[in-house]
């Protein structure tokens, strides 16, 4: 299994330019979850998803959108980039069954700075 | 949802025990509570969960009191491959509310 994946790992945009962040889990996760980090800070909640077709809102949302078509799936949608929006952006995607209830299982991050 | 207040940084030399404390006052009943560590430029990672008591695994020991308003990480002989940013998080992981918060963590610094 290769776990979650998240692509692309780097990305310089311009001030108002849009882009998605995709991120794909191969381990049939029901939760779905998009977080950033910013420079020596902790991770903060976008948006998160319970399942195909629910998201909802995390602690910081603004400028950003998600969409969950599949269980695979959980895309984070950039429009109009702006230079607080460079950060390290983590996806994670957990499960409510096995002995680590909840574990979140992490992608490798994408790093963008907006110019 | 439950906030959680940890130390910010701690540091240790190698070869003791660490322990590092998170309060969670406002802890909920269905509330499950799960310790991450990161490395730079790397996701966090799970190292272990519990609700209640005291947990134990191959890498760490987790100690919940009988109220569960603070939880305490143990690591048995740290060494420095242990520096990392330590996280506690506090949530509902058994329902469908998914909304799971980190805190600020906790840098440990081991020193040789």
């Known amino acids: 299994n290769a776990g979650v994946t998240q692509t692309p790992k780097f990305r310089i945009l311009k001030i108002g330019q849009s882009m998605t962040l995709q991120c794909t889990q191969d381990m049939n996760h029901n939760y779905m979850y998009w977080y950033r980090q910013d420079p020596g800070m902790g991770l903060k909640l976008i948006y998160y998803s319970v399942g195909a077709g629910i998201t909802d809102k995390g602690e910081v949302p603004n400028g950003y959108n998600v969409s969950r078509s599949t269980t695979e799936d959980f895309p984070l949608r950039l429009e109009l980039a702006a230079p607080s929006q460079t950060s390290v952006y983590f996806c994670a995607s957990s499960y409510l069954r096995g002995v680590n209830t909840g574990e979140l299982f992490f992608g490798e991050g994408s790093r963008l700075t907006v110019l | 949802l439950a906030k959680t207040t940890q130390p910010i940084s701690m540091d240790s030399y190698e070869g003791q025990e660490v322990n590092i404390t998170c309060s969670h006052n406002n802890i909920a009943t269905n509330d499950y509570i799960t310790w991450y560590q990161q490395f730079p430029s790397q996701g966090p990672r799970f190292i272990i969960q519990?609700?209640?008591t005291k947990v134990t695994n191959e890498v760490a020991s987790l100690f919940i009191p009988a109220d569960r308003k603070s939880s305490t990480l143990s690591l048995p002989r740290v060494s420095l491959s242990d520096t990392a940013v330590y996280y506690c998080l506090v949530g509902d992981i058994t329902s469908n509310t998914g909304k799971l918060i980190f805190g600020q963590g906790t840098t440990l610094q081991v020193k040789p």
């Open positions: 519990g609700y209640k």
